[in-house]
């Protein structure tokens, strides 16, 4: 299985709403991504988990939330968003050995009314 | 910082014509590069990667790339595209610090629109 899977597929909320994006992959990597990407923009990096632990946090807004329960699942809580937060929401995972290819989730299209 | 940029933002070709896309990057150490493509309304899908051995790497539908360490270069070339390939590509690099904090660092995009 060389898939990273993400769900729900698209998300619309409001700026007091609290939601999770989830994202699983059953490739045995031990680190994982969040990424952020705006239209005709190149995704833009926000936390990175190294084997479970936060090793990688590009100074995002407290309203962005990362857990990692396992070492395959991956969660990204979101609170009190802002209109400005919409956008693709990208997973990707990598193992540690061997190169350093990422390998890239589908995303979650995000949307705060 | 490392950086990487890609000089042709916009290219709009005819079907058949010959493509090549720029990407130099900054890091002077070990890096392994990537490109990655982009079609409308989906996801990033890896073209190729470059990691080590032979300069000249191949790609799926048709793509390959050249890594000119001197120059600090992975440009992307195809001999013949097609409609299909019209899409956002990235270039990307993973520069291997010995510090840590290691991350993969895109370019801006290069829209490519092929023509009919």
């Known amino acids: 299985d060389t898939e990273v899977t993400q769900t729900p597929k698209h998300l619309v909320m409001g700026m007091t709403n609290k939601k999770s994006l989830k994202c699983e992959q059953h490739?045995?990597?031990?680190?994982m991504y969040w990424y952020k990407q705006k239209a005709k923009k190149p995704p833009e990096l926000m936390f990175v988990?190294?084997?479970?632990?936060?090793?990688i946090n590009e100074s995002v807004p407290s309203r962005f939330s990362p857990e990692c329960p396992n070492s395959s699942l991956l969660n990204l809580h979101l609170h009190a968003l802002q209109p400005e937060d919409s956008a693709l929401y990208l997973c990707?995972?990598?193992?540690?050995?061997?190169?350093?290819?990422?390998?890239f989730g589908p995303g979650t299209r995000l949307t705060v009314l | 910082a490392q950086s990487v940029s890609q000089h042709n933002h916009h290219v709009i070709l005819s079907e058949a014509a010959s493509l090549e896309l720029g990407c130099n990057y900054s890091?002077?150490?070990?890096?392994?590069l990537f490109w990655y493509v982009q079609y409308p309304g989906q996801h990033l899908q890896l073209l190729l990667k470059?990691?080590?051995?032979?300069?000249l790497v191949k790609g799926i539908k048709g793509f390959e790339a050249e890594f000119i360490k001197s120059k600090f270069s992975f440009n992307l070339r195809k001999p013949s595209v097609q409609w299909s390939d019209t899409a956002e590509y990235f270039c990307?690099?993973?520069?291997?610090?010995?510090?840590?904090?290691?991350?993969?660092?895109f370019g801006t995009g290069t829209q490519l629109k092929v023509e009919l």
């Open positions: 890091y002077g150490g070990t890096v392994n």
């Open positions: 470059y990691f080590s051995g032979d300069p």
């Open positions: 490739m045995g990597h031990r680190a």
């Open positions: 990707a995972s990598r193992g540690l050995a061997g190169d350093y290819e990422q390998f």
């Open positions: 990307a690099v993973y520069a291997i610090l010995t510090g840590g904090g290691n991350k993969l660092t």
């Open positions: 988990y190294s084997y479970e632990k936060l090793s």
